[in-house]
């Protein structure tokens, strides 16, 4: 059965930056797109970044594009995101999830399962 565990999250001042992990266990991972999605209390579970099986494939929400980096490891089964230049409209709880097999990705929440707990993380001004 397949586990992720996020980790990294925290509070961080509008401007900074931080570093998500993503541990995956108890299943083939490098088979297999990853994404991020984060949600926001009140909002919808929203696409971040996804990357492919290989990771020489990432897309990118506009939200993010220019300040998030998506990587992975396949020897360590890690995903990771790195987010630059928080903005206060990035707080929120944050969630790795597998995505579809041999897949250069997708952006689409139905094409992703199982999902982490998520990861909290909160931006101050």
């Known amino acids: 059965q397949v586990q992720l565990v996020e980790s990294g999250g925290g509070a961080v001042q509008a401007g900074g930056s931080l570093r998500l992990s993503c541990a995956h266990s108890?299943?083939?991972?490098?088979?297999?797109?990853m994404g991020w999605f984060r949600q926001a209390p009140g909002k919808e579970r929203e696409f971040v970044a996804a990357i492919s099986w290989s990771g020489g494939y990432t897309i990118y929400a506009d939200s993010v594009t220019g300040r998030a980096t998506i990587s992975r490891d396949n020897a360590k089964r890690t995903v990771s995101l790195q987010l630059t230049s928080l903005k206060l409209e990035d707080a929120a709880n944050y969630y790795c999830?597998?995505?579809?097999?041999?897949?250069?990705?997708?952006?689409?929440?139905?094409?992703?399962?199982?999902w982490g707990q998520g990861t909290q993380v909160s931006v101050s001004s």
């Open positions: 108890g299943g083939t991972f490098g088979n297999y797109a």
């Open positions: 999830a597998q995505g579809p097999l041999w897949s250069s990705g997708s952006s689409a929440i139905k094409d992703f399962g199982p």
